[in-house]
């Protein structure tokens, strides 16, 4: 496969899942749910751990079966200006991305505001075609199938040209059903390019990597490693 378009996550994708702000994400987000439904935060743990497989989102489960229809309070609470503090900064991240000369646009859960605010904190924003957020795919992101088509759509290149790299393998395994190449950024130290699973049905292999920084071996390894 020769790559002619990349399709990026943006939370623990651009920068590591060892960042404060995957647990504060999480943190307030319950909080969130404990005094929108007057419950406490164990009460509150629980319930979303429970609901979340069956949606693609904690908003999405929310609007569901919660009546959620102020969404604008979500995106507030959940993501303030303050949670910049909890990433650090990488001042390697925009040569490596600079280096990998491809068109490459954002496919994120998150609303705009933020994924604007995190891409111009890791000074990357400009290397972006594009961003699609939440909101604009109607509150429904990954891993519906519409999410990662209209990403596609607007950007201009097909599934078969767009490597799509995210650290959920709920939102890889969306792609992959569609019939394209996902790789699972799972965080795992020393970990290189993994295949999970052997390729079945004629299914294009799910890659694993450890981090962002090695997408230039997985670009390598798709055109060099893969016959498809």
Known sequence: MQAAHLLFDLDNTLYPSTAAIDQGITR???GFVANLLNIDLQQAERLRAKRLPFYGTTLEWLKTEHGLEDVESFFSAVHPPEEL?????????????????????????????HAQRVLEFLNVADLFVGIHDIQRNGFKGKPY???????????????????????????????????????????????????????????????????????????????????T
């Not at 600079?98 to 998150?110: E, K, V």
């Open 28 to 30: 307030r987000m319950i």
């Open 85 to 113: 503090d909890e990433i650090p900064p990488d001042p390697k991240l925009r040569p490596l991305l600079q280096s990998l000369g491809l068109p490459m646009t954002i496919l994120t859960n998150a609303p705009l505001c």
């Open 145 to 227: 199938p519409d999410a990662y088509r209209q990403a596609l759509s607007t950007s201009g290149f097909t599934l078969e040209e767009t490597v799509f790299f995210d650290d959920h393998k709920k939102y890889t395994k969306g792609y992959q059903d569609l019939g394209g190449q996902a790789v699972l950024i799972q965080g795992s130290s020393g970990t290189e390019i993994l295949t999970i699973p052997v390729p079945q049905d004629n299914l294009l292999p799910q890659l694993a990597i450890e981090s962002v920084y090695q997408v230039p071996k997985v670009l390598d390894y798709l055109t060099c490693g893969l016959q």
